[in-house]
C-alpha cells in the first residue's frame, strides 16, 4: 500500500512538472519574440495563443504581461491595474511574463523576467532573487510560520535595498496553494480566472478557516501557521525605481520528519535557476 501511494505521489509530481515546464517554455518563446512596439495586450495573446496550440484548454488565470514600471506595479491601487494594457515595449526596458495554465488537469502558475537588451539593474534584481528563492525553502523545512517567513523575506528585500512588491497583490500574498483541476469540455473564466481552479481555491479557504491555516501566504494573521502540505506556487517580487522582478515557481510541502523530503522545489531546471549556475561558473 505504500508503495503504492508513492508511486501515485511520484506520477501527480510528474504531472506538475510537466505542466511547470511547458509554461516555461511558453515564457522562453514569447520572449525570444519580444520587440519595441509589442503591447502587454499582444504579449499575453502570445502566451495564450502558444500554449492553446500545445493543448491547454483551461486556466487558473490568464497570461499577464507588465512592461517598464509596471513590472514594479508603479501606481497600482486597484485589481483591474494587473491586467495587460497597451504600453509599448522599449529597448532596455523590462518586462514579467505571468501565466497559470491547466493541463490534463494539472496546475502551474509561472513568472518569467527579462529585458529587451542590456540593464544592469535588472540583472542585479534577478541576481539577489537567488537568496530569496533559498531563505524561503530553509525556513520551510524549519516549519516557520508562513507569516514568520513573509516577514523574513521582507527584511531580506530591505536589507538588499529593494521594495516588496508581491504586498501589492490582493491580500499582499507571496503564494498560493494549487491542486489539481477536474478536466471539463468548457471551461469559462471569471475576470480572467478559471472557475474550476476557483473553486478549489474557495474549497481550500473554507476548510482552512475551519481547521486554522489558508490557502493564501501573506502577512496577515490568517497565515501565522506552518506551511500546509500540499504544492505552493510560490513569487518573491523585488522593485527598484521602477524596474521590478521576480521568479514564480511550485514549492512541494510534504509532512515527511526528513528535512531534505519535508520540503523542495519541485524543478531545479527552470531558466531563473539556469540563469544563476551560468554567473557562478562565470565568476
Not at 525556513?139 to 517567513?149: A, D, H, Y
Request: proline share 6%.
Amino acid at each position: 500500500m505504500a508503495s503504492a501511494v508513492k508511486d501515485e505521489r511520484a506520477s501527480e509530481l510528474r504531472g506538475f512538472t510537466e505542466v511547470q515546464r511547458l509554461a516555461y517554455a511558453c515564457a522562453e518563446a514569447v520572449a525570444g519574440r519580444l520587440a519595441p512596439g509589442v503591447t502587454e495586450r499582444e504579449a499575453a495573446r502570445m502566451q495564450r495563443d502558444w500554449l492553446r496550440e500545445r493543448g491547454v484548454r483551461d486556466w487558473f488565470h490568464l497570461p499577464f504581461a507588465w512592461f517598464g514600471d509596471r513590472t514594479a506595479f508603479a501606481g497600482f491601487k486597484v485589481p483591474l491595474q494587473f491586467f495587460p494594457t497597451n504600453r509599448r515595449l522599449e529597448a532596455g526596458m523590462p518586462f514579467i511574463l505571468d501565466m497559470a495554465p491547466v493541463y490534463k488537469g494539472f496546475t502551474a502558475d509561472i513568472g518569467y523576467s527579462g529585458c529587451l537588451g542590456p540593464n544592469p539593474l535588472h540583472d542585479k534584481l534577478l541576481a539577489d532573487l537567488e537568496a530569496h528563492r533559498e531563505l524561503i525553502l530553509r525556513e520551510v523545512r524549519e516549519r516557520r510560520s508562513l507569516r514568520e517567513i513573509y516577514e523574513d523575506v521582507d527584511g531580506l528585500m530591505i536589507k538588499q535595498g529593494y521594495a516588496n512588491r508581491h504586498r501589492a497583490y490582493p491580500f499582499g500574498v507571496i503564494a498560493h496553494k494549487i491542486d489539481r483541476v477536474a478536466e471539463r469540455r468548457w471551461s469559462p473564466q471569471v475576470f480572467g480566472f478559471g472557475t474550476q481552479s476557483l473553486k478549489g481555491l474557495l474549497s481550500d479557504a473554507l476548510h482552512g478557516h475551519r481547521d486554522g491555516w489558508s490557502p493564501l501566504w501573506s502577512p496577515y494573521r490568517f497565515s501565522d501557521h506552518p506551511p500546509r502540505p500540499g504544492l505552493w506556487a510560490v513569487e518573491p517580487h523585488l522593485g527598484f525605481r521602477g524596474t521590478g522582478a521576480k521568479f514564480e515557481e511550485i514549492l512541494v510541502v510534504t509532512d515527511s520528519k526528513d528535512p531534505e523530503q519535508s520540503a523542495f522545489w519541485l524543478d531545479d531546471d527552470l531558466p531563473h535557476v539556469r540563469r544563476w549556475a551560468e554567473e557562478r561558473v562565470a565568476a
